[in-house]
């Protein structure tokens, strides 16, 4: 098995592989662009490398760090005509579909054989939350499904299964928080929830952008910013850990292209511009006082 993604897969993905028994080892790594997104060319390159056989293309909608979205369309027409499967992680990502003015980063998506997303990054609802959409019914349940002949009300009646579908026969009924959530959110709700929290980090980024030795490093097409201090990393650190101890607000420490950078995602529907406005003034109050 040839699992093919970049070299800004998020690391969960090696861990999956460590589980399956497949080994980190499966992973040939594609080159990506100055934002982090999948370099397709390199992709047909690389799965070029070996005759089709089993192959999984796992591409990325919202990086983790800068939420670049990987070229879904052309690199699944690429994977498809290697026969690979294409799996779309789009954790926090895929949400963009969901909001009218984002849904143009995850153009192709619908060509994917399974996507992975999260409730609770974006749509806000406890942990754990995690989703996976199958386009092969029949492949997922057949991976998934068992019976033994002590048990019953296994897909009686025509009735969907559950335990067809997930990897464990007991569990509580996670889907109510997301059920619940949809529900009083509706459509406009969850558009809304999304374009607010990019708005807002277009916001963070503005406002740090124009401040004297800040730099936004990353094209914010979605949530996420990242912030570098007087070009430095040392700086960028104890900006960092200064701002988390001022108990204002907490952003965590990222490297992203040989760089430390603040990691700025926005995702919570209680954030407000005031939070931001307030978070920006004590980001730079501490910067310049560090600066001196
Ligand atoms: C958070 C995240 C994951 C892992 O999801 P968990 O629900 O924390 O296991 C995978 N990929 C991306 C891009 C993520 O942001």
């Known amino acids: ?53 089993p192959t999984i293309v796992c591409l990325q909608a919202g990086n983790v760090n800068s939420g670049a979205f990987d070229d879904l369309a052309a690199a699944t027409a690429a994977a498809r005509n290697h026969g690979a499967w294409v799996h779309v992680d789009g954790a926090f990502g895929l949400w963009a579909g969901a909001n009218p003015t984002t849904r143009h980063l995850v153009a192709g998506i619908a060509a994917a054989d399974s996507w992975a997303t999260d409730g609770h990054k974006w749509l806000n609802v406890p942990y754990d939350s995690g989703y996976v959409f199958c386009a092969h019914p029949e492949a997922h349940a057949a991976a998934m499904s068992y019976t033994a002949a002590y048990l019953t009300g296994q897909g009686q009646g025509g009735l969907r299964a559950p335990g067809d579908y997930v990897l ?95 990691r700025i995602s926005v995702s919570s529907w209680r954030t407000t511009a005031a939070d931001v406005d307030r978070s920006v003034a004590t980001i730079l109050a501490i910067s310049r006082g560090i600066a001196g």
Not at 19 to 40: F, N, S
Not at 183 to 189: E, I, K, N, S, V
Not at 248 to 262: D, F, P, V
Request: aromatic share 4%; net charge negative; with cysteine.
């Open 1 to 53: 098995m040839r699992v093919v993604t970049t070299g800004e897969r998020h690391a969960t993905i090696d861990r999956a592989l460590r589980l399956l028994g497949l080994g980190a080892g499966a992973l040939e790594p594609v080159a990506t662009d100055a934002q982090g997104a999948i370099d397709v060319a390199d992709l047909a390159r690389v799965l070029a490398g070996a005759p089709p056989g």
């Open 168 to 262: 464990e026969s007991s569990r509580r009924a996670r889907g109510f928080a997301t059920w619940a959530a949809l529900r009083q959110l509706g459509r406009t709700g969850v558009a809304e929830l999304v374009e607010g929290c990019c708005a807002l980090a277009r916001r963070f980024a503005d406002q740090l952008a124009a401040a004297d030795g800040v730099a936004v490093v990353n094209d914010v097409v979605l949530n996420q910013v990242l912030v570098r201090f007087d070009d430095s990393d040392d700086m960028t650190d104890h900006v960092i850990e200064a701002v988390q101890r001022s108990g204002e607000c907490w952003m965590g420490g990222t490297t992203w292209h040989g760089m430390r950078l603040m």
